[in-house]
């Protein structure tokens, strides 16, 4: 591949030796990488992302979108080699708009660092997918995280984006305005879109006032059904929650070994309640009297933001504390997401499914929304732990579907999901390919994935 044009433009931004190029080539998903691309590029603006989709266009190479390669299903890999572009230099928060609650960034700036940056303005941006992902790969794949149940996904808080399509042409999509009946809604259509139809170089993200007053707690249940039912029951009271997290007693053992913490190893859940003191202390007792009626062992509450910050920390490291569990396997996640009726069952289902197998699977979950995951430890060179563990992600996402559900509720098709797409969806996953082929008819936006 001969890319001494693009090199004259980047110089050291442009990289082709192979350590950089394996980092590359994947994610932090189970998949096995079976390519890598054939050069990482670094650009700092859509102008130069314009210029190597130009030039990938008219030579007919591979495009990679890559973030803070934290996604689950693949998205980022180089199944036909080609260019990865990376977002690091990125990073800019461009604009932020007190008044109007809104900002303009780079897609490479992540959450964290985005909260860090509003620290002292009364403002945050309270998309929170667990790992410190990068906005722009937060929305190619439609992300969202602990503060769904409250503030929506990544989807309700984008306003509008600035788009390299594949041909090199850049385009704006949606305003700063709250709402807007103007044409096609490509903002929308973009987000979840995986790196299938353009780059993402900027992104117009709502923002949201730091509540008055947080509070934090840990619920331990005698068993799974309470920890759910209580969720449910929560939820359809109206109780204003924040964030409600479900993890099961392995996914608790897990934390305990890996943050040396000592949280009673039962069904738990983490909660957290803003608004006023007053609104705060009521909502946190009716949330006590609905947890009592459903075998609640304990229950411990905390406004101190040490205590509220070390309690989100262990539900951030899950993931990480699950692969410890059994050092040297990696975790393929499911992800499916069902009607909040329906999630007892569903849950309760899939745990039996669990039992049945030799799988070590914790389960935790953004359950406030009817999303949970697995995290089934494998070694993706074992074909027996392999099979295994996709039928059991089989029997899971046929129990959604069957519930009126969907087989991914926030990490997106990738490579892995791409039958399920087809079962759920239907006849709609033509016209999906249809508008795949119309905006990038030479295929060279992240080929492979999604179809």
Known sequence: MDLSKLEKIFGERLATSKNIRIQHSHDESWHVPNSIPDAVIFPENSNEVSLILKFANEKKIPVIPFGAGTSLEGQVHALKGGITINSLYMNKIKEVNLEDMDCKVQPGVTREDLNLFLRDTGLFFPIDPGANASIGGMCSTGASGTNTVKYGTIRQQVMGLKVVMPDGEIIKTGSRARKSSAGYDLTHLMLGSEGTLGYITEIDLKLHGRPEAISAGVCNFKNLNGAVNTVIEAIQIGLPLSRIELLDEVQIKAINKYKNTNHNEKPTLFIEIHGSPLGVKEQIQQFQTISKGNDLIKFDWSDQQTEIDKLWSSRHNA??????????????????????????????????????????????????????????????????????????????????????????????????????????????VNIMSQIKRSIDPNNIMNPGKIF
């Open 319 to 428: 993931y990480y504390a699950a692969l410890n569990l059994c050092p040297g396997k990696k975790a393929f996640t499911t992800d499916v997401c069902v009607p909040i009726s329906s999630l007892t069952e569903c849950i309760l289902e899939t745990k039996r499914d669990i039992k049945n197998s030799n799988i070590i699977a914790p389960i935790v979950g953004h359950v406030g929304d009817g999303n949970f995951h697995l995290i089934l430890l494998l070694n993706p060179e074992d074909k027996e732990e392999v099979n295994e563990a996709k039928k059991i992600n089989d029997r899971l996402v046929e129990r959604a579907l069957r519930m009126r559900g969907t087989s991914t509720g926030e990490h997106g098709i990738g490579i892995g999901k791409k039958d399920f797409l087809k079962n759920e969806k239907g006849n709609s």
